[in-house]
């Protein structure tokens, strides 16, 4: 059991580059829920980060997370208010306090937006989250897994419609969801997935938030101290580097709300001669080199800046930009059949069964 | 003032004839609106049809209804409990009890299946309605025009799902409340606009149950003695019989939920040589005749089958059916510079402006 810490702007800023990192790609772009973040810590003061483990069994904890295409969100800053009306209406709702915010998805913009709640109005978040990454559909948390219901969920946009759900399985929740964020405008800012401390326990990835943080900080140092900043963000995750190269090609369409396409690389230096291929929806999902599949969902997958580090998303893959590729293994609640089934390569469309990146572990 | 009346499964029989007839060629298929109202009156008891005069002022009135395209509904029948599931939720989320139930369009599926929850929860009926006809959008009823907000609402579907509207307009929950239908299947109930007595005494389009009962009636009366059913029909709508002719075309298309088309004409007897078009976006819209527009929305047009007087929908339409057009007036609620900015040709996107339809009066 880790002690509390408070979180403030400063360490937002590391957070956010961890979540861009655990964002694999997609999850939307933390710098816009870092910002929310810290006005409202500014406002409100810090947000006290706890351990899961401190949360009574009987503890309420509800996650809280913004849904929608990266790349419209990108174009619509989101205000951070709603998701404070989302948490409110669903404790109305609820008829009782929420004791803790949870983090839906620690990678992406959704691993700052939960501190906008826990700041405004001030409860502890719990370091950790549904995923230990990102990916791009609600039911795709390992809350789903352990039989907690999505709903009642109250899902807000920004002009001061709202919607309370109410379904028979968390893919209803996703499909309904999905409908109205499209018909919002692109983004909608959602609680959902109100459980007990005793399931938060069993349920949730645990201290992601805290891997995010640290990673940050040692992207930050690495690059203060001219070390290598990829070497570091492997080491702290237990990645490989599996590719240096160019983007050549990308392919990319919005379908349903979702960001998917292909992008495809050229190798440079060790990697010259050697070709490199993303598929991504939203997410980075199935990695190939030289046309063998090598990385498959959930494990991980994150493109880095070769010198700096900066972790790029597919939305702002552009031609010619030279890449660092890192894979390291999911969090073993995804490797089962029940995880595989719900976020395997073939739920995504892939014509290809899942392939446990070598033995290693993830926080 | 009327006095009360109770409504059996004899009666639900004409109403729905006069259902189909206020339809204007959409509405939904009446037919499965009574056979769910007839079970729930054959399984409850008759329903007490009332005034709406009758009503205190602050009597909790909630209009009921089936939303979606009904090319839709055909293939897939509803069941009535979710209408009643939709109204017991609404209630529960209102905090008391409602006293009344409305009809929120007593053009087609919609005039019947507020009987299904008045008989099951054992409420009085309204005997009038939101439109006076059929139309194709929620935001579309004289409710609107009285400041009325469709919000919270209450939207079911047959497999379990529930969601709860509360909304900046009745434009936005239009928008939602037709992507989830969509999403849910193409059809789903509804519980919405809650209002007191007052309002409803000035929103409500009134009678149009007992008018569609009448027309039911004299349909099967004109029949009976071998009667002009068509004749019968016009004088209890004040209507003009406006073309005589046979279907030529029919081009129909289902886009964002709705059946829109044009349907072309040619006339018979008194009008051979002559032209008709009808342009439909789930109801009839525009009555072009000789290529004028002849009678244009809120004004409306009803097809009959040209012996029989049996109401033929858009959906229904086939090459060679031999048909009489109907129109009449609206109800004076509509034929507003505000009425006609909701549901007038050119909110439908057609380049025309509102030509009234000749003097006349409809109840």
Redesign the interface.
Known sequence: MTTDRMIGTAELEDIAIGGAILGTGGGGDPYIGKLMAQQAIRQHGPVRLIDVDSLGNDALVVPVCMMGAPTVMTEKLPQGDELVIAFRKLEALLGRRIDAVLCGEAGGINSTTPFVVAAAADRPLVDGDGMGRAYPELQMVTFTLHGVSATPMVLCDD??????????SNA?TE??A???T???GGSALLAFYPMDGATAKRAVVRGTLGLCARLGSRLRQARATHGDPVAEIADILDADVIFHGRVRDVERRTVGGFARGTADFEGVEEWADHRFRLQFQNEFLIAYRDGEPLVTTPDLITLLDAESGTPVTADSLRYGLRLKALACASTPLWRTPAGLELIGPRYFGYDLDYRPFRAGSQP
């Not at 002009?159 to 309370?164: H, P, Q, R």
């Open positions: 002009k001061g419609n709202s919607i309370v759900l109410d379904t028979i209803w499909r309904l999905r409908a109205a499209v018909e919002m």
